[in-house]
């Protein structure tokens, strides 16, 4: 007895200093009603950043001379800082109405019960029909609805037509595998003069999608166990380390400069990136276009989707149901986002898409469409974050050298399986 | 015994320590003492804290990832005190001089203190580049091969200190010129009268009457070093490959990314045990080499 | 001091003008980079004298964003914080040095107990805190938290620690009080420290960035550096755009700087009267 007094007794102060985080965030399940008065929501964002900032606000107006009562205020903060700043205001209790989840961040939220259920909460506001099937179930937890896709990035190869041209190879198609691009890039490289003929992140996403190119799964059916230091687990692996030094800069010859500005230099041949460096490359003085990525022993696309979610705990579910139905999925949404290079609008209608494929460069804008016929999306678990880490963690060490590709799968699985 | 006199003196001690003490008790031993609490908890901030108990120390103090960081935290003090003291004593006993233009220089000296380490940590990754940087471009020309800096395992410590002490010299400088300026001008005609060289006023005078100085900014760089993060975060994120992983990247790795808040609690006051071992410890061997004047 | 011959000052200055330069680069590198073209960035070698010079990222931040109001936020936390701080500060010191009571020791080691603990894990309870006080998103709970400076407390506490006491023993002869003591001379007399502990506190209000980026949702409130770290995206980074942002965000803490020099000088011109 004596031992448990003082535990209870500290027990007792942490609830005093945390009782408000605990009530508020049971979940306010008050009925949906809308109010009559002006209500104001606000919006925490990562997507907007500086780039987007003023077609973000164009949305905003629209939608709200479109709904006079309600006012949209609208925050923004980098990726790498949006988390700290938003899960502290949910632990206090102070959630923005409607806020940004990346896909990967989704589970976590939704498992913790801080996200609201759309359907429910504002059936009327939600029409799940003009979604993308596989985008709009993918924020599905559950049986439960919790966020509306609001827009998507694929990664595709884009290729330096000039260095293609100067080697005299050539360009990369959608037949390509990795056989072939292996061999262009060998080509391709002129280490002495620090032009390579690739460049492709050693980290969890490209492993991710290398191990479903070789047909690989990364868990078990039942998710109960890791699975990817299997046969197509190590190919994948080695496709991604082995390049590193080789047709790909290390680290050492990079010598901190980003492999955006080494291919905007003209220094990377092919380099597997998202469609959201297309901004970036208008004024580049080399030629460049993009191709599917080339598979191994089947394609896969990788696949960025962010989701319109609301707090569990707003006071104006249905305001918050409508915004986020008008920022997914309002034809001048689509029409931004499209025209403005901000990711896609994750819609079903492609007859929607097709302003997007005449805008050039790239010349083959298709491709970006085509990968979607070969999406896969990792499997999300509620410790994602620390997974994706342990993954690279151990990935940077098989570079390194520092261990056997073989050995650094067998290490991160078992670090894995200790998540799950 | 408390009569009027005793009562006015209360008053006055509140009067003057009060405006401190009360912001500090409000604004930061509470929520320390709350962050005690939650070392104890789960809590992912997205649920409700539940209570563990000393699960999380458990699990800190045998977590081979928490002991690695220790490690290399102290590494990095035991590469970064030492430099950054010796270096900034250099410069400012330089700079106390009677020296045209010692404003000016204190202000360039002063410059990376004040420039942001996304800034400096660009600059530095490109003088320590492996190939084609001007460190080793430097080292080149006197025929010695170049290590690979931040991007080889065993370097990467190295190089996070050498931008850290190229960074901080000027805010340590500028505690030891506050230190220098207090001592009497008097000191120095007495040893001038004395025949005493330069080098003997040094020794002699100014070292000695710094002392309580050095042992402020040791302390305060000691406990900035346990803390070492910003600079390890722009520079290699903690790699290559763990190598440079330190203890505080790991508290907030686990508070905000990976919801562990009560681990990164449970780390952070293990930390604290640590520091304060290390500034009573430094306090108490002080008698030995501070030199308090008069 | 003693006279020096001219050989020894000239070496010195060399060996200080020397040691400056590897210390003003960075600045000059940032400066000078700020103003290249995207296209110029990363060049090796890099160009120290930007050609050509191309001001878009300072446009940028002048026209497309409220860098200004962002900067007027800034300074004016910044400097309610620098003098609160330094006023709490000093009279803390003044406290631990001049006046004797029960616990002077073990709340003097409480003071320094807060810089051992990592602000990140007490950021969440502040922050409730800060919600049932009602300082959410608001300048007080940019400045009211932020009161307490135990580094100044240290600071100031060594500085009244070194200070010839007869000035002082005699006004107390002369009847002044504790206040007026502490007014009229301790306080003038540590003009070099106290600019000192001015200088950081300044810089370390200027430079934060957790606090604002987890209490500030409005963007009217913005300090300016969560104003900058607002305009990076998650995959992009415009470099122009980070150099320009940081050479604005230094400009003032130089000034400051600067500013509390000549304190720092006018205070050593007052040492003679230690004598």
Known sequence: MHITKPAARWRMAGVGILATTALLLAGCSAGPAESDGPVTIEFFNFTAGADHEAQ????????????????????????????????????????PDTFELNYENFVSFASSGALLDLETAAPDAIDKSVYFPKAYDAFNFDGVQLGLPESFSVVVLIYNKDLFDAAGLDYPTADWTWADEKAAAE?????????????????FFEFYKSLAQSGGEFFNDDMTKATFNSEAGIAAAHHLVDKVGNTMPNEAQMGGIGDDVLFQQGKIAMWHNGIWQFNNLLDIPSKWDVVVEPGNTQHASHFFANAGVASASTKHPVESAKWLQYLASSDLTVDIRLNEDWELPAVADKALL??????????????????????????????????????TLYLQKAVLGELSVEDALNQAVQEVNALL | MVGDRGWKKVGLVALFLLPALIPLLVFRIF?????????????????????????????????????KALLNTLYYMVGYLPLVLVG???????????????????????????????????LWKWLLSPQGGMVNYVLGLVGIDGPGWWTDPNWAMPSIIIASVWKDLGFNMLILLAGLQSIPDHLYEAATIDGATRWEKLRYVTLPLLTPSILFAMILAMIGAFQVFDQVWVMTEGGPAGATTVVMEQVVKNAFKYGLMGEASAMSWVLFAIILLFTVFQLRFQKRWVHYGD | MGTESKAAVWTRTIVIAAGGLVFLFPFVWMVSTSLTTAGELFKLPPQLIPNPVDGAAYERLFTEVPIVRWVLNSVGVSLAVTFLQVLSSAMAAYAFTRLTFRGRNAIFVLFLATLMVPFQVMVVPLFIELRYMGMLDSYWGLIIPEMAMPFGVFLLRQAFLGLPRELEEAAFMDGAGHIRNFFTLVLPLSKPAIATVAVFSFMGSWNNFLWPLIIINSPDLMTLPLGLSSLSSRFVTDWNLVLAGATISVLPIVAVFLFAQRYVLQGVAMSGLKG
Request: net charge negative.
């Open chain 1, 56 to 95: 973000l606000q164009r949305i905003v107006d629209a939608f709200e001379d479109e709904n006079p009562n309600i006012t949209v205020k609208v925050q923004n903060a980098p990726y790498e800082d949006y988390f700290t700043s938003l899960k502290t205001r949910i632990a206090g209790n102070t959630a």
């Open chain 1, 187 to 203: 080509k391709l490289t002129n280490a002495g003069a620090g032009v390579f003929g690739e460049y492709q992140p050693v980290q």
């Open chain 1, 354 to 391: 097709e302003p997007y494929l005449s805008i050039t460069p790239p010349e083959n804008r298709q491709a970006v469409f085509d990968s979607l016929d070969s999406v896969v999306v990792p499997p999300v678990i509620e410790r994602q974050q620390e997974l994706q880490d342990i993954v």
């Open chain 2, 31 to 67: 929520p320390m003492l709350a962050s005690l609490w939650v070392s104890m908890t789960k809590w992912n901030l997205l649920r409700p804290p539940e209570y563990l108990g000393i699960e999380n120390y458990v699990e800190v103090l045998t977590d081979a990832k928490f002991h």
């Open chain 2, 88 to 122: 900034a004593i250099a410069i400012a006993v330089l700079l106390n001089s009677k020296l045209k233009g010692a404003t000016f220089f204190r202000g360039i000296y002063f410059l990376p203190v004040v420039t942001s380490w996304v800034v400096v940590a660009l």
